[in-house]
């Protein structure tokens, strides 16, 4: 008799070799979303990871936080990816980590809290086009929604797996262009890093 093993759906996309080395974090979601072989991921990208003793599992140093993305079965790239930077600098970080999963189809929003609010700019960077955005008290779901024109009240009743297909479709037709800009003159032009504790009560 043959046993078949079923094989976990994560292990046929990209998120597979991101998962084993443990860069998903935290995931509010972590599973199949209602399109056919579609894997979706909320949560947090880890983009470095402090040195570890033997066993013990350290939390990362620096993360890609509110991340969205989706990935298909059997496909070597993320279609969609969108997550929040305290500071631009950390683009190359995430690059790094995502690696091959990065294609020129792509759909690659960053927003980033040192960026001027008023400014939009293009990236390329390893391949890969990321659009680099300013976000101010806003989160990433809102921004991008607003970005996207999706309607809030729209996606109100859908469930996250739901949510995660219609922002990934959206992105997907997403065509405006933005000043292009390099990496080293993104650098130039950031801001200073906010202090994430700052004003947070004692």
Partial sequence: MTVTIEQNPIEQTVFGRLDKGRYLQNPVFKGMTHKPSRFGFRGELALRFSTQL?????????????????????????????????????????????????????????????????????????????????????????????????????????????????????????DVTFDTITYAEGLELMGPVRNPNENRPV
């Fill in 54 to 174: 033997a066993d013990e599992a350290r939390p990362p140093e620096l993360t890609c936080d509110q991340v969205m993305a989706v990935a298909n079965t059997g496909e070597s790239a993320l279609p969609f990816f969108t997550g929040y930077l305290l500071s631009f600098e950390y683009l190359k970080d995430v690059a790094e980590v995502l690696g091959e999963a990065l294609s020129a189809g792509g759909k690659y929003f960053l927003f980033c809290n040192n960026i001027d609010l008023s400014k939009k700019y293009q990236v390329p960077y390893k391949g890969a086009m990321f659009y680099v955005l300013p976000i101010d008290e806003g989160t990433v779901y809102n921004e991008l929604l607003e970005l996207l024109y999706l309607e809030r009240n729209d996606l109100k009743k859908l469930d996250t797996a739901a949510k995660l297909d219609r922002i990934a479709d959206a992105a997907a037709k997403y």
